[in-house]
């Protein structure tokens, strides 16, 4: 059974109906008791960093993600929801800077404010470089479009640079996708991607089997 997290702050039901057309067994929870008998955990995410980071933390659910990981159980985090699993995010510093909320601390790196020529938020379909192999883009070619809506990103020149799967371009070089180990992330929505999006959810699912 995959866990989709419900912590209040995020839309699960998009990622619920996309599980359901894949006929994946999934569950929402919302206790970090129910992460422990998951075979998998998505973690969808919208909205602001600090208030999620907060509520994962005094929740537990922060605890019980951790513990999950350290038992190699696969994770993903989606849009907002991947931005968690790094250190830290300089939305946090900017709309609650004495709070000094972290993220999961699962990889390292930050997440910073978009800064172009462009409209912002980066809102709409954009391309995947694929930098390299993964078992999350199996089935997925290089310059696929996914959905994208967001503010703030990873550098693909950053330290997570090291363990991008997909690179996008929007002005400057964002981290579409990352894995490390079991922790995997995208910045764009998969469930709001059509089939190609799917494939993505599907192939995430076949890990947790």
């Not at 909205?47 to 990981?69: H, I, K, M, N």
């Not at 601390?105 to 192999?133: A, F, Y």
Request: charged share 15%; with cysteine; net charge negative.
């Amino acid at each position: 059974m995959i866990a989709v997290v419900d912590y209040g702050l995020n839309n699960i039901r998009s990622v619920a109906n996309a599980l359901e057309h894949l006929e994946r067994p999934y569950g929402v929870i919302s206790k970090p008791e129910d992460i422990r008998s998951a075979d998998g955990v998505i973690l969808p995410g919208v909205g602001s960093f600090a208030p999620a980071a907060q509520t994962l933390l005094e929740s537990g659910l922060a605890g019980a993600l951790r513990d999950a990981v350290a038992r190699d159980i696969p994770l993903l985090g989606i849009c907002l929801g991947m931005q968690l699993l790094f250190d830290s995010s300089a939305e946090a510093d900017r709309t609650a800077p004495a709070a000094q909320v972290p993220g999961l601390r699962l990889i390292e790196g930050r997440s910073v404010l978009l800064e172009v020529d462009r409209k912002v938020p980066h809102m709409g379909w954009n391309q995947l470089q694929l930098t390299c192999s993964s078992p999350l883009t199996e089935r997925i070619g290089g310059g696929t479009y996914m959905y994208f809506v967001h503010s703030y990103y990873l550098p693909a020149d950053g330290p997570a640079g090291d363990w991008a799967v997909s690179v996008t371009d929007y002005g400057v070089p964002m981290i579409s996708a990352v894995q490390q180990g079991h922790v995997m992330g995208t910045q764009f929505h998969p469930e709001k991607s059509g089939p190609a999006g799917l494939r993505l959810l599907d192939n995430f699912a076949r890990l947790c089997t």
